[in-house]
């Protein structure tokens, strides 16, 4: 893999040409800066290992590469059932053979420059308001579950973290600051 690296067979956060004095970005940040560590790792004298966490890989490239090798997709990053929708975004869908609209990153309009999930955040965001104004003893994590929001709004893409994050901007103040395990209702 780090051969392909250094061959540009499979893209990384390094930058590929040579680094000179009137470039905008550091001089770690280009390959040639690091070919002895990368030569050693190929060679297996040795591995740097904070170099190598400072080299990123995007999913979208990973793939592209395991399939120009005809390699099969590792489960940790490409679990069954998930799909892609476009190159920075994927979906986990009960069905791996549904095909999903491309449409989402796709924009006519060069006003409106959102990405998916700053256009699923916003919609969720609307949706958890109006919600609210309807059922206001409605908790972040009740929200969270609501089939609108996880269908309609789109957050079924996104971890409960990153949607509680969203909803909790937008909470009322007594939903905010609601704090510790519901009372038990006595019978």
Same mark, same amino acid.
């Given at each position: 893999m780090v051969n392909d690296i250094l061959n540009a067979n499979l893209a990384s956060s390094l930058i590929m040409h040579k680094w000179h004095e009137g470039s905008n970005s550091s001089k770690e940040f280009f390959i040639r800066s690091h070919i002895n560590d990368i030569y050693a790792c190929i060679g297996n004298v040795y591995f740097d290992k904070k170099f190598f966490k400072f080299v990123t890989i995007r999913r979208f490239n990973f793939m592209e590469w395991c399939k120009s090798l005809n390699a099969p997709l590792p489960e940790f990053w490409f679990p069954q059932g998930w799909n892609i929708i476009t190159k920075d975004h994927y979906l986990l869908s009960e069905d791996p053979d549904q095909d999903f609209d491309n449409s989402l990153d796709t924009n @006519? #309009?060069? #006003?409106?420059?959102?990405?998916? #999930?700053?256009?699923?955040?916003?919609?969720?965001? $609307?949706? @958890?308001?109006?919600?609210?104004? $309807?059922?206001? $003893?409605?908790?972040? @994590?009740?929200m969270l579950k609501h089939d609108t929001i996880r269908n309609l709004g789109g957050s079924i893409r996104y971890t409960d973290g990153v949607v509680r994050k969203w909803l909790s901007n937008v909470a009322p103040e007594h939903v905010k600051n609601r704090r510790g395990r519901p009372r038990k209702v006595p019978k």
């Open positions: @006519s #309009n060069d #006003n409106n420059k959102l990405k998916a #999930n700053q256009r699923t955040k916003i919609a969720c965001q $609307e949706i @958890s308001v109006n919600l609210w104004k $309807e059922h206001p $003893e409605m908790t972040i @994590s009740d």
